[in-house]
């Protein structure tokens, strides 16, 4: 599964335990900041999330990246809010198995979700400042660290 996931920028986050506690409470709306189309695009090389904003305690997203005009892996993703108000971030590479994380930290904008039992990636970062959106998957130590750096397009 390593090599299928498709995140797209990221980020080490800096939340404290009082607004992880606000988000959560907020549900999946707590996590709007993320609802937009982001992309990267260097060189040829590219990759876009989509995010949808929060309804029915969930948020949608999809994500793909390729060469040129060639696709090279995508994903289907959801941020959902479970019954006991936790956020659960659903991961499906190449449509496929599906895999989730939980949310581990939150701030104003920006999140980390966990799944220490998963190969890799075992954390997911998002933080967006402005129009920019960072992303980074990493194992749960935050070594061996994958950085995008995203731009919001819509």
């Not at 999946?28 to 309804?55: C, F, M, P, V, Y």
């Not at 920006?110 to 920019?132: C, K, L, V």
Request: hydrophobic share 40%.
């Amino acid at each position: 599964m390593k090599n299928s996931f498709v995140i797209g920028g990221l980020a080490l986050l800096l939340g404290c335990a009082g607004v992880a506690n606000d988000t959560a409470s907020e549900g999946a709306k707590g996590l709007e900041w993320l609802s937009a189309t982001w992309i990267n695009d260097h060189d040829g090389q590219w990759s876009e999330e989509r995010w949808s904003n929060a309804k029915g305690k969930m948020m949608i997203g999809t994500g793909r990246s390729g060469s040129g005009d060639e696709l090279q892996s995508f994903e289907y993703l959801r941020i959902v809010t479970e019954d006991d108000g936790s956020l659960t971030y659903v991961a499906a590479p190449g449509g496929g198995d599906a895999t989730e994380f939980a949310l581990a930290e939150a701030a104003a904008n920006s999140a980390i979700f966990e799944n220490a039992e998963h190969d890799f990636p075992q954390r997911i970062s998002y933080r967006r400042e402005g129009d920019t959106l960072f992303v980074e998957i990493s194992a749960i130590d935050g070594s061996n660290a994958i950085a995008w750096e995203m731009q919001k397009a819509d």
